[in-house]
Protein backbone atom coordinates (compact mmCIF):
# COMPACT_ATOMS: atom_id res chain seq x y z
CA UNK A 1 0.00 0.00 0.00
CA UNK A 2 2.98 2.38 0.28
CA UNK A 3 5.43 1.94 -2.89
CA UNK A 4 3.15 4.01 -5.01
CA UNK A 5 3.57 7.82 -6.10
CA UNK A 6 1.01 10.70 -4.44
CA UNK A 7 -1.96 11.22 -5.46
CA UNK A 8 -3.86 14.17 -4.95
CA UNK A 9 -7.52 15.09 -5.47
CA UNK A 10 -8.36 18.24 -6.89
CA UNK A 11 -11.07 20.96 -8.21
CA UNK A 12 -10.26 23.86 -9.98
CA UNK A 13 -8.69 27.13 -8.52
CA UNK A 14 -7.36 26.33 -5.65
CA UNK A 15 -6.22 23.08 -5.94
CA UNK A 16 -4.32 24.38 -9.08
CA UNK A 17 -2.64 26.82 -6.83
CA UNK A 18 -1.86 24.16 -4.14
CA UNK A 19 -0.50 21.66 -6.84
CA UNK A 20 2.01 24.56 -8.60
CA UNK A 21 3.55 24.28 -4.85
CA UNK A 22 3.65 20.41 -4.67
CA UNK A 23 5.33 20.24 -7.77
CA UNK A 24 8.07 22.80 -6.05
CA UNK A 25 8.59 20.26 -3.69
CA UNK A 26 8.67 16.61 -4.58
CA UNK A 27 9.12 15.00 -8.22
CA UNK A 28 6.06 15.74 -10.21
CA UNK A 29 6.93 12.35 -11.93
CA UNK A 30 5.43 10.46 -9.09
CA UNK A 31 2.15 12.73 -8.90
CA UNK A 32 -1.17 11.40 -10.24
CA UNK A 33 -4.01 14.31 -9.95
CA UNK A 34 -7.26 12.72 -9.85
CA UNK A 35 -9.83 15.78 -11.49
CA UNK A 36 -13.02 16.57 -11.08
CA UNK A 37 -15.30 16.61 -13.90
CA UNK A 38 -18.62 17.20 -12.92
CA UNK A 39 -18.19 20.97 -14.12
CA UNK A 40 -17.72 19.58 -17.93
CA UNK A 41 -20.20 20.11 -20.40
CA UNK A 42 -20.36 21.12 -24.28
CA UNK A 43 -20.42 24.36 -25.42
CA UNK A 44 -21.05 25.19 -28.90
CA UNK A 45 -20.56 21.66 -29.43
CA UNK A 46 -17.16 21.79 -27.85
CA UNK A 47 -15.98 19.30 -24.68
CA UNK A 48 -15.28 21.50 -22.09
CA UNK A 49 -13.77 20.33 -18.77
CA UNK A 50 -13.25 23.20 -16.81
CA UNK A 51 -10.93 21.65 -14.15
CA UNK A 52 -8.85 19.71 -15.82
CA UNK A 53 -7.79 23.04 -18.04
CA UNK A 54 -7.35 24.78 -15.02
CA UNK A 55 -5.02 22.51 -13.47
CA UNK A 56 -3.38 22.05 -16.59
CA UNK A 57 -3.18 25.58 -17.64
CA UNK A 58 -1.77 26.10 -14.08
CA UNK A 59 1.00 23.29 -13.76
CA UNK A 60 2.08 24.51 -17.52
CA UNK A 61 2.76 28.19 -15.85
CA UNK A 62 0.05 29.63 -18.43
CA UNK A 63 -2.66 30.45 -16.98
CA UNK A 64 -4.28 33.68 -16.54
CA UNK A 65 -3.47 34.58 -12.91
CA UNK A 66 -5.56 37.19 -12.11
CA UNK A 67 -9.01 34.89 -12.60
CA UNK A 68 -7.34 31.43 -12.40
CA UNK A 69 -8.59 30.09 -15.34
CA UNK A 70 -8.48 30.15 -19.26
CA UNK A 71 -4.75 31.22 -20.77
CA UNK A 72 -2.95 34.39 -19.84
CA UNK A 73 -3.15 36.88 -22.35
CA UNK A 74 -5.93 35.04 -24.39
CA UNK A 75 -8.02 37.20 -27.07
CA UNK A 76 -11.65 36.13 -27.20
CA UNK A 77 -12.26 37.30 -30.90
CA UNK A 78 -14.46 34.16 -31.37
CA UNK A 79 -16.92 34.60 -28.94
CA UNK A 80 -17.52 38.05 -29.79
CA UNK A 81 -18.27 37.23 -32.87
CA UNK A 82 -20.72 34.30 -31.44
CA UNK A 83 -22.14 36.70 -29.60
CA UNK A 84 -23.84 38.95 -32.49
CA UNK A 85 -25.02 35.52 -33.85
CA UNK A 86 -26.57 34.37 -31.06
CA UNK A 87 -26.49 36.73 -28.01
CA UNK A 88 -28.31 34.53 -25.68
CA UNK A 89 -26.39 31.80 -24.68
CA UNK A 90 -22.92 33.44 -24.62
CA UNK A 91 -21.83 33.27 -21.32
CA UNK A 92 -19.14 31.27 -20.67
CA UNK A 93 -15.73 33.36 -21.50
CA UNK A 94 -14.04 30.62 -23.71
CA UNK A 95 -10.71 32.46 -25.22
CA UNK A 96 -9.47 31.17 -28.26
CA UNK A 97 -5.73 29.71 -27.12
CA UNK A 98 -8.24 27.89 -24.45
CA UNK A 99 -10.93 26.87 -27.59
CA UNK A 100 -8.17 24.88 -29.43
CA UNK A 101 -7.83 23.06 -26.25
CA UNK A 102 -11.65 22.15 -26.64
CA UNK A 103 -11.66 21.61 -30.60
CA UNK A 104 -9.02 19.19 -29.83
CA UNK A 105 -10.69 16.97 -27.31
CA UNK A 106 -13.79 17.43 -28.63
CA UNK A 107 -12.22 16.04 -32.20
CA UNK A 108 -10.00 13.08 -30.33
CA UNK A 109 -12.91 11.87 -28.47
CA UNK A 110 -14.97 11.94 -31.41
CA UNK A 111 -12.38 9.98 -33.27
CA UNK A 112 -13.04 7.33 -30.49
CA UNK A 113 -10.11 8.58 -27.69
CA UNK A 114 -10.53 7.92 -24.30
CA UNK A 115 -10.85 11.64 -22.36
CA UNK A 116 -7.79 9.81 -19.81
CA UNK A 117 -5.84 9.71 -23.59
CA UNK A 118 -6.80 13.02 -24.36
CA UNK A 119 -5.88 14.81 -20.90
CA UNK A 120 -2.74 13.06 -21.51
CA UNK A 121 -1.97 14.17 -24.50
CA UNK A 122 -3.06 18.18 -23.56
CA UNK A 123 -1.23 17.36 -20.41
CA UNK A 124 2.11 16.68 -22.27
CA UNK A 125 1.55 19.51 -24.82
CA UNK A 126 1.94 21.85 -22.33
CA UNK A 127 5.08 20.25 -20.65
CA UNK A 128 2.89 19.26 -17.61
CA UNK A 129 4.92 16.46 -16.05
CA UNK A 130 2.16 15.42 -13.35
CA UNK A 131 -0.18 12.31 -14.53
CA UNK A 132 -3.45 13.88 -14.62
CA UNK A 133 -6.41 11.76 -14.71
CA UNK A 134 -9.92 12.71 -14.78
CA UNK A 135 -11.97 11.07 -11.98
CA UNK A 136 -14.18 9.32 -14.69
CA UNK A 137 -14.66 9.17 -18.70
CA UNK A 138 -18.36 8.41 -17.73
CA UNK A 139 -20.92 11.46 -17.90
CA UNK A 140 -21.17 12.90 -14.45
CA UNK A 141 -22.74 16.44 -14.64
CA UNK A 142 -23.35 17.88 -10.88
CA UNK A 143 -27.18 19.32 -10.61
CA UNK A 144 -27.83 22.46 -8.55
CA UNK A 145 -31.03 22.06 -7.50
CA UNK A 146 -33.17 25.53 -7.31
CA UNK A 147 -35.50 26.91 -4.29
CA UNK A 148 -38.19 26.55 -7.04
CA UNK A 149 -37.39 23.31 -8.09
CA UNK A 150 -35.23 24.09 -10.96
CA UNK A 151 -32.24 21.87 -12.02
CA UNK A 152 -29.14 23.37 -13.35
CA UNK A 153 -25.61 22.33 -14.44
CA UNK A 154 -23.09 23.42 -12.61
CA UNK A 155 -21.63 25.65 -14.59
CA UNK A 156 -24.93 27.15 -15.35
CA UNK A 157 -25.42 27.73 -11.38
CA UNK A 158 -21.89 29.71 -11.11
CA UNK A 159 -21.53 31.92 -13.96
CA UNK A 160 -24.34 32.25 -16.18
CA UNK A 161 -26.66 32.93 -13.04
CA UNK A 162 -23.41 34.32 -10.55
CA UNK A 163 -24.18 31.46 -7.52
CA UNK A 164 -27.12 32.63 -6.10
CA UNK A 165 -28.01 31.94 -2.47
CA UNK A 166 -30.67 29.92 -3.49
CA UNK A 167 -29.35 26.31 -3.39
CA UNK A 168 -31.76 24.10 -1.85
CA UNK A 169 -29.79 20.12 -2.44
CA UNK A 170 -26.59 19.55 -4.75
CA UNK A 171 -27.95 16.22 -6.95
CA UNK A 172 -24.04 14.09 -7.33
CA UNK A 173 -26.36 10.75 -8.96
CA UNK A 174 -24.51 10.97 -12.15
CA UNK A 175 -20.84 10.56 -10.35
CA UNK A 176 -22.39 8.19 -8.21
CA UNK A 177 -23.79 5.96 -11.09
CA UNK A 178 -20.01 6.94 -12.97
CA UNK A 179 -17.66 4.58 -13.10
CA UNK A 180 -14.11 5.92 -11.58
CA UNK A 181 -11.47 5.96 -14.88
CA UNK A 182 -9.09 3.70 -15.27
CA UNK A 183 -6.25 4.24 -13.32
CA UNK A 184 -8.22 5.94 -10.40
CA UNK A 185 -8.98 3.36 -7.73
CA UNK A 186 -5.16 1.61 -8.87
CA UNK A 187 -3.55 5.02 -7.66
CA UNK A 188 -5.56 5.34 -4.94
CA UNK A 189 -4.93 1.66 -3.68
CA UNK A 190 -1.31 1.86 -4.16
CA UNK A 191 -0.37 5.86 -3.19
CA UNK A 192 2.21 6.35 -0.69
CA UNK A 193 0.36 9.31 0.33
CA UNK A 194 -3.50 10.70 -0.72
CA UNK A 195 -3.86 14.52 -0.53
CA UNK A 196 -6.93 16.17 -0.66
CA UNK A 197 -6.46 19.64 -2.30
CA UNK A 198 -7.84 22.97 -1.14
CA UNK A 199 -11.11 23.10 -3.34
CA UNK A 200 -15.07 23.01 -2.38
CA UNK A 201 -15.42 19.65 -0.65
CA UNK A 202 -19.06 19.37 -2.21
CA UNK A 203 -18.92 19.85 -6.31
CA UNK A 204 -15.69 19.08 -6.34
CA UNK A 205 -13.99 16.30 -4.05
CA UNK A 206 -17.16 15.32 -3.17
CA UNK A 207 -17.90 14.26 -6.85
CA UNK A 208 -15.01 12.26 -6.69
CA UNK A 209 -15.92 10.78 -3.32
CA UNK A 210 -19.56 9.68 -4.94
CA UNK A 211 -18.08 7.43 -7.64
CA UNK A 212 -18.59 4.08 -6.71
CA UNK A 213 -15.46 2.20 -4.92
CA UNK A 214 -13.76 5.44 -4.28
CA UNK A 215 -14.58 6.36 -0.76
CA UNK A 216 -14.38 2.43 -0.03
CA UNK A 217 -11.01 3.19 -0.91
CA UNK A 218 -9.90 6.36 1.14
CA UNK A 219 -11.92 4.58 4.39
CA UNK A 220 -9.65 1.34 4.36
CA UNK A 221 -6.86 3.42 4.13
CA UNK A 222 -7.64 6.35 6.42
CA UNK A 223 -4.83 8.51 6.04
CA UNK A 224 -5.29 11.29 3.76
CA UNK A 225 -3.92 14.65 3.89
CA UNK A 226 -6.63 17.45 3.38
CA UNK A 227 -6.26 21.08 3.26
CA UNK A 228 -9.29 23.29 4.19
CA UNK A 229 -10.67 25.37 1.59
CA UNK A 230 -12.53 27.52 4.29
CA UNK A 231 -10.79 30.15 5.57
CA UNK A 232 -12.56 32.53 8.62
CA UNK A 233 -15.42 31.41 8.02
CA UNK A 234 -15.35 31.99 3.86
CA UNK A 235 -14.24 30.33 0.85
CA UNK A 236 -11.17 31.81 -0.79
CA UNK A 237 -12.93 31.35 -4.26
CA UNK A 238 -16.20 29.80 -5.31
CA UNK A 239 -19.85 29.38 -4.16
CA UNK A 240 -18.56 27.04 -0.99
CA UNK A 241 -20.44 28.84 1.47
CA UNK A 242 -24.13 28.48 -0.39
CA UNK A 243 -23.53 24.21 -0.65
CA UNK A 244 -21.82 23.26 1.95
CA UNK A 245 -24.39 23.89 4.70
CA UNK A 246 -26.71 21.39 1.51
CA UNK A 247 -24.78 18.85 3.75
CA UNK A 248 -26.09 19.41 6.61
CA UNK A 249 -22.12 21.55 8.17
CA UNK A 250 -21.58 24.98 8.99
CA UNK A 251 -19.04 26.54 6.10
CA UNK A 252 -16.20 26.28 8.53
CA UNK A 253 -12.67 24.16 8.61
CA UNK A 254 -14.28 21.99 11.42
CA UNK A 255 -17.58 21.28 9.17
CA UNK A 256 -14.71 20.28 6.46
CA UNK A 257 -13.47 17.97 8.86
CA UNK A 258 -16.66 16.26 9.45
CA UNK A 259 -17.03 15.73 5.46
CA UNK A 260 -13.69 14.28 5.82
CA UNK A 261 -12.92 12.59 8.81
CA UNK A 262 -14.03 9.11 7.57
CA UNK A 263 -11.37 8.82 5.12
CA UNK A 264 -8.23 11.47 6.61
CA UNK A 265 -6.15 11.12 9.34
CA UNK A 266 -4.88 14.94 9.40
CA UNK A 267 -6.08 18.28 7.99
CA UNK A 268 -4.36 21.52 7.61
CA UNK A 269 -6.41 24.80 8.29
CA UNK A 270 -4.96 28.53 8.49
CA UNK A 271 -3.90 30.31 10.95
CA UNK A 272 -6.57 32.34 12.16
CA UNK A 273 -8.70 29.14 12.40
CA UNK A 274 -6.42 28.27 14.95
CA UNK A 275 -9.14 27.86 17.99
CA UNK A 276 -10.59 25.10 15.70
CA UNK A 277 -7.52 22.78 16.18
CA UNK A 278 -8.76 21.59 19.59
CA UNK A 279 -12.37 20.61 17.74
CA UNK A 280 -11.02 19.09 15.18
CA UNK A 281 -8.66 16.92 17.22
CA UNK A 282 -11.67 15.34 19.11
CA UNK A 283 -12.87 14.61 15.65
CA UNK A 284 -9.63 11.85 15.85
CA UNK A 285 -8.13 13.85 13.30
CA UNK A 286 -4.29 15.55 13.29
CA UNK A 287 -4.45 19.06 12.83
CA UNK A 288 -2.32 21.78 12.16
CA UNK A 289 -2.74 25.09 11.80
CA UNK A 290 -0.58 27.12 8.77
CA UNK A 291 -0.80 29.89 6.51
CA UNK A 292 -3.08 28.60 3.90
CA UNK A 293 -4.00 31.83 1.41
CA UNK A 294 -1.57 30.79 -1.37
CA UNK A 295 -0.74 34.79 -2.22
CA UNK A 296 2.51 33.58 -3.76
CA UNK A 297 4.09 30.34 -4.95
CA UNK A 298 6.26 30.05 -2.16
CA UNK A 299 3.48 30.14 0.51
CA UNK A 300 1.92 27.41 -1.83
CA UNK A 301 5.21 25.34 -1.97
CA UNK A 302 5.30 25.51 1.96
CA UNK A 303 2.06 24.54 2.73
CA UNK A 304 2.50 21.43 -0.02
CA UNK A 305 5.74 20.77 1.82
CA UNK A 306 3.87 20.88 5.40
CA UNK A 307 1.11 18.69 4.14
CA UNK A 308 3.13 16.17 2.52
CA UNK A 309 5.09 15.94 5.46
CA UNK A 310 1.94 15.36 7.73
CA UNK A 311 1.28 12.12 4.99
CA UNK A 312 3.94 11.20 5.97
CA UNK A 313 5.46 11.29 2.69
CA UNK A 314 8.40 13.92 3.41
N1 LIG B 1 -15.50 31.04 -14.50
C1 LIG B 1 -16.23 32.17 -14.48
O1 LIG B 1 -16.57 32.63 -13.39
N2 LIG B 1 -16.61 32.79 -15.65
C2 LIG B 1 -16.26 32.33 -16.86
O2 LIG B 1 -16.64 32.90 -17.88
C3 LIG B 1 -15.43 31.15 -16.91
C4 LIG B 1 -14.96 30.62 -18.09
C5 LIG B 1 -14.11 29.51 -18.08
C6 LIG B 1 -13.59 29.01 -19.28
C7 LIG B 1 -12.76 27.91 -19.28
C8 LIG B 1 -12.45 27.29 -18.06
O3 LIG B 1 -11.63 26.22 -18.08
C9 LIG B 1 -12.95 27.78 -16.87
C10 LIG B 1 -13.78 28.89 -16.86
N3 LIG B 1 -14.29 29.40 -15.66
C11 LIG B 1 -15.07 30.53 -15.68
C12 LIG B 1 -13.98 28.76 -14.39
C13 LIG B 1 -15.04 27.71 -13.99
O4 LIG B 1 -16.32 28.22 -14.12
C14 LIG B 1 -15.03 27.31 -12.53
O5 LIG B 1 -14.20 28.06 -11.73
C15 LIG B 1 -14.78 25.86 -12.32
O6 LIG B 1 -15.62 25.05 -13.05
C16 LIG B 1 -14.87 25.48 -10.86
O7 LIG B 1 -13.70 24.85 -10.58
Redesign the pocket.
Known amino acids: MSEGGVVALA???GAARFLEGLVQVMDPAELTVVV?TG?DRDFFGLR????L??VT?TLAGVVDRG????IEGDSFALLEALRRLRSDDV?????DR?LATHVHRTQRLRDGASLCEVTAEVGAAFGVRARLLPMTEDPAATIIVREDGTRTD??EY??RDGAPDDVAAVDLSAAAAARPAPGVIDALESARAVLVCP??PI??IGTILALPGVRAVLRARRDAVAVSPIIGGRPV??PADRLIPTAGVEVSALGVAQLYRDFCSGMVIDTVDRELLGPIRDLDLRARAEQTLMRSSRIAADLAAVTLEMAGAR
Open positions: GGVNDVCPDDIYTGWGWFNLGDFELVSNVSKG
